[in-house]
């Protein structure tokens, strides 16, 4: 390759000018890149707390969005870090490469290749990193240095700006320091981010975004797992109080005599046991936010309590008559239907109406199209991290499971899965190299789920769980998935012989069972 020609740069100049959304401008700033440099896989990156953020990339495997790369744990990262000029790494370079066996050209371990990282500056400071790959060993071994240079320049111009509306967007959060939160769970559960680029996920951010900035009272409703304490964090960053405390109480693993003292405190002598005085969440959150998880599980006389610090910001400590006011934003979240609860009399009206000012709707991830495979991503990486591994990919095939799987147990059950794939995975190979497969997770998707049954011939029969919703549309679905697949066994996978035990037509069988889910693969019969 030789210089870029002005009518490259003319035409990247206007198209980047031409692109409405941040989006547009990644995906057709390496687009652009690709057109002038020859390459299989171009990845910009930003730069976050010493870790490298995939913000857009072309030749990737789809979850390399989802990674989160440790810059010190990937010596070629680590040089591109540190360097102020583009790195060219010799195709005999000893160092790792981050994306082994995610680049859609060559599956497996990368042979022998062209690497080359360009750190992206502004201002003297690093906010970002373009890496490119190729095939061709010595593909980028002519590219003159002014030619890079430029890239180097229209890239890290076009992710400055996105940095810049960004902060604009979000009334500057980015040079905020987010605040020590006081409990564990409110620092470690669910990680730190909202992952995901469904247009159900979408929606959802556009509401936190919005009402984030009020001191609006927040019910935020949705099944176990899909991450409700960690929309309640984003609200608490992206509010007015960030500054302030965000506290986490989960009203649901509270006994009953204690959680009003938890809640508001007591003084010493208030009941027996009360050697001391105790001070009270929302005293604690006081110029914060409180976090009421499982808030359906508190009783009526502690609701009615709650109701006046909604209402007049007054709080009374068990034992003490003086009334303490407090500045508290609620937060609360629930997997229950509290209207429902309203309606059955286990949930005080009035409670639900204040606090449902902006309810808030978190969706299952079978609703969150897409999400699967970026989730899967962050948790790979999460999970390497964790187990102390070199490199942890996911198999095509692992992927088309997880994207199939209907998780009934959301975001926190794909968490899980992954890590026990990934132990099984670590566990059966001996390479620095871990490639989690259908056998490392298939079982684990195919009995975890609510509405699945799984058999492996010689097994006594499909096991369906004791959670499948007691209505008529589930238990007969339930009924047929088993009979079939509990045939189908019996047959070694034979539909033709399975439809004629059933006496029906095989084509009609086949129809069936794909609605339910059910299908041969290798030795093991699936129905989810």
């Known amino acids: 390759m030789g210089e870029l020609s002005p009518q490259a740069l003319i035409e990247l100049a206007l198209d980047l000018a031409n692109s409405l959304t941040t989006k547009d401008r990644f995906e057709r700033l390496l687009s652009t890149v690709r057109h002038a440099v020859e390459c299989d896989a171009v990845v910009l990156l930003d730069v976050e707390s ?3 953020k995939p913000l857009a990339q072309q030749g990737l495997t789809q979850d390399a969005l989802g990674r989160r790369f440790e810059i010190a744990a990937h010596p070629r990262f680590e040089a591109i870090c540190e360097s102020s000029t583009p790195i060219r790494f010799a195709a005999s370079s000893p160092l790792p490469d981050p994306y082994d066996g995610m680049l859609l050209a060559h599956e497996g371990d990368l042979p022998v290749h062209a690497c080359m990282g360009l750190p992206l500056m502004s201002d003297d400071n690093l906010i970002g990193v373009l890496t490119l790959d190729s095939m061709s060993p010595n593909a980028f071994d002519d590219i003159p240095k002014r030619s890079l240079d430029i890239i180097s320049a229209m890239s890290a111009a076009t992710l400055k700006t996105a940095i810049l509306l960004q902060e604009l967007e979000h009334h500057s959060l980015h040079n905020q320091q987010v605040v020590a939160e006081l409990t564990h769970e409110a620092l470690v559960k669910d990680g730190g981010e909202l992952i995901g680029d469904s247009l159900v996920m979408l929606k959802l951010k556009r509401e936190i975004d919005m009402v984030a900035i009020s001191d609006f009272s927040i019910l935020i409703e949705g099944e176990t797992g899909v991450g409700k304490e960690l929309v309640a964090r984003t609200l608490h960053r992206q509010s007015k109080r960030v500054e302030g405390p965000l506290v986490y109480v989960n009203c649901a693993a509270l006994p009953e005599s204690l959680i009003e003292s938890e ?4 003084v010493k002598g208030a009941f ?13 959150a006081d110029g914060g936010t409180i976090f009421l998880d499982e808030i359906g599980e508190l009783s ?3 609701q ?3 109701l006046r610090v909604l209402q007049n910001q007054e709080i009374q400590v068990v034992g003490k008559d003086d009334i303490e006011r407090v500045n508290v934003r609620i937060l609360a979240a629930t997997n229950r239907k509290l209207k429902v609860e309203v309606e059955e009399g286990r949930f005080r009206a009035d409670l639900y109406h204040r606090l449902s000012v902006y309810p808030i709707s978190v969706p299952p991830l079978r609703a969150r199209e897409g999400d699967v495979t970026l989730l899967s991503g962050y948790f790979i990486e999460l999970t390497r991290r964790k187990l102390g591994m070199q490199q942890l990919t996911l198999t095509s ?3 088309d499971a997880l994207n199939r799987y209907d998780w009934p147990g ?7 899965v992954i890590a026990r794939a990934a132990l099984r995975a670590k566990g059966s190979v001996n390479s620095v190299i871990v490639r989690i497969g259908l056998e490392h997770m298939e079982h684990l998707v195919a009995t975890s789920s609510p509405q699945s049954a799984s058999v492996q011939k010689g097994d006594s029969g499909p096991r369906i769980s004791e959670e499948v919703e007691a209505n008529l549309k589930l238990a007969t679905e339930a009924f047929q998935r088993r009979v079939i697949t509990q045939v189908l066994t019996e047959e070694s996978g034979n539909w033709s012989a399975t439809a004629k035990r059933l006496e029906t037509d095989r084509a009609n069988l086949n129809r069936l069972a ?9 030795s093991i019969i699936i129905g989810s």
């Open 410 to 416: 959301n975001v926190r059950e794909l968490e899980h």
């Open 304 to 306: 009615s309590k709650l």
């Open 300 to 302: 009526l006389p502690v």
């Open 50 to 52: 010493g870790f490298l």
């Open 397 to 399: 095939s692992a992927i």
């Open 272 to 284: 027996t046991g009360a050697d001391r005085n105790r001070i009270g969440k929302f005293s604690l």
């Open 263 to 266: 809640l508001f405190g007591h």
């Open 514 to 522: 794909k609605r339910l889910g059910i299908r041969v693969a290798k």
